[in-house]
C-alpha cells in the first residue's frame, strides 16, 4: 500500500498499488500476438519466458499457453512483481495452473502420491509445498496416478469438490489420453485394440479375456508407428484406466514395453521404462472449456528408433 493525499480528518489515505497491467480483449485473437501487439517492441522470446515465469494471467487465472485463444470482453493481466511462486523442480514441470487445477509433467523415478513408506519425495507432497506458499492450508488432491517409471502428463485438483467432480465424471470429461512406448520386437499389426478385465494382485498385474467378477475391464488401442532395431515405437490410447494396463496389454501381446521387468522385457537399453504419457486432453472441471496439453516424446526415444 502507498500513503496519497491527506483526506478531510487530516490522516493519511492509503491507495492500492496496482499490481498488474491491463489490456482488454476487443477482437479475438492468440495470446501471443495479442502481446505482441500491446507491447509494442517486445519479442516473441521475451513473451514466452514471461509466460513461462507465470506472470501473465487471463481473467486472474495464470496462462502459460503461447496460443491461448483469447475472446473478446476477457482481461489479459501482466505482473508488475516477481513471481514469489515461480515453480522449479528438477522431477516435476508445471504446465498449467488455476484456481481448481494443476497440470504437470512428471519426471520416471517419481511417485504420483505418497504411500506410508516414501511421503516426501512425490509429486503430491512437491506440489501440496508449492501451493503451501500461498496459503498454509492449501493442498493438492489426487485425480489419478501414473506408475512411478512412467514420465509424462498428469493432473491434480486444488480442492476436493474439484477432486471428486473428476473422478466421478473422469469418462466423460476426459477426451484423450495418449502415451508412446518402446516395445520389443516388431509389431505383426500396424494398429488394434486389447480387452481383458485385469486384477490387481499387489505385486502384478493378472489379465483375464473373461469377467471372473474379480477383474476390471480394461480397453486399449493401439498403432505403430515406427519398426527398428528389433524394437517398435506404438502410440497407446486408453479407453480405460486401470493399474499397469499398457503394461499388460503389450506383454500380452507378446511385446512387453522395455525395460519392463515385470511384465515380460528382457533388455533395457534406455535404463528406464519407454513408457510416456504425452498427450491429455479434458473438458474443465468448473469453466467446461476443452483444454489440450501435449508433450514431445523423450529425446531418447527418438534416438533408439533411428535406423542404424
Known sequence: MSRG?????????????????????????ELMDF?????????RSKV?????????????IITTQYNFELK??????VSKTKNNREFKNPMLKLVYEDAYIIVVEKKEGLLSVSTEHQKERTAQHILNEYVKRSHRNNRIF???????????????????????TLRDNWQDIVTDRRYVAIV???????????????????????????DDGEGKYAVTHYRT???????????????????????????????????????GSECN???????????????HPITGELMQFETPYPANFKTLMLKK
Open 269 to 283: 537399453p534406455l535404463g528406464r521404462l519407454a513408457l510416456h504419457a504425452f498427450k491429455l486432453c479434458f473438458y
Open 5 to 29: 493525499k491527506n483526506n478531510k480528518s487530516g490522516k493519511p489515505v492509503a491507495r492500492a498499488v496496482a499490481k498488474y497491467t491491463v489490456y482488454n480483449v476487443n477482437e479475438p485473437a
Open 225 to 263: 508407428i515406427k519398426r527398428a532395431n528389433g524394437y517398435s515405437l506404438v502410440e497407446l490410447d486408453l479407453e480405460t484406466g486401470r493399474k499397469n494396463q499398457i503394461r499388460v496389454h503389450m506383454s500380452e501381446l507378446g511385446h512387453p514395453v522395455i525395460g519392463d521387468e515385470r511384465y
Open 72 to 77: 473478446p470482453g476477457m482481461k489479459v493481466q
Open 35 to 43: 502481446l505482441m501487439q500491446k507491447m509494442a517492441g517486445i519479442s
Open 184 to 210: 520389443s520386437g516388431e509389431m505383426e499389426k500396424d494398429g488394434g485394440t486389447v480387452e481383458s478385465w485385469l486384477t490387481d494382485r499387489k505385486l502384478y498385474v493378472s489379465s483375464s479375456p473373461y
Open 142 to 164: 489426487v485425480v489419478h496416478r501414473l506408475d512411478r517409471e512412467t514420465s509424462g502428463l498428469m493432473m491434480y485438483a486444488k480442492d476436493e469438490k474439484t477432486q471428486n
Open 48 to 60: 514466452k519466458t514471461m509466460l513461462t515465469n507465470r506472470v501473465i494471467l487471463v481473467d486472474n
